[in-house]
Nanobody
């Protein structure tokens, strides 16, 4: 099994920055962290969990939801089994619980929640106006 643990959330003023981290441990079917596609999702109360960003195995391909393009950057360090989400120019509408997710297999439907097999417990990000 793969375990994902997020950290780095907190309270920040609008226009500020935060960096989220997601550390992975364990393995499944002999696969290690570097073989997983990793993503960040977020969720606010009463809404569905929404896609934020995804990064491929080597870290050279990323995709973002339109609302965070130019402000958020996803990256990974396979040597540290960690994926990051650098969030700049934060807005109150970015307030949510942020979740790290991982999947072992390639998929063009990278924004769909159901293609991810592994999830962290979430970390709260609150942006005050």
């Amino acid at each position: 099994q793969v375990q994902l643990v997020e950290s780095g959330g907190g309270l920040v003023q609008a226009g500020g920055s935060l960096r989220l981290s997601c550390s992975a441990s364990g393995r499944t079917l002999g696969r290690t962290f570097s073989s997983f596609f990793m993503a960040w999702f977020r969720q606010t109360p009463g809404t569905e969990r929404e896609f934020v960003a995804v990064i491929n195995r080597s870290g050279d391909t990323t995709h973002y939801t339109d609302s965070v393009k130019g402000r958020f950057t996803i990256s990974r360090d396979n040597a540290k089994n960690t994926v990051y989400l650098q969030m700049n120019s934060l807005k109150p509408e970015d307030t949510a619980v942020y979740y790290c997710a991982g999947r072992a297999y390639s998929s063009t439907s990278y924004s769909r929640r159901d293609v991810y097999n592994y999830w962290g417990q979430g970390t709260q990000v609150t942006v005050s106006s």
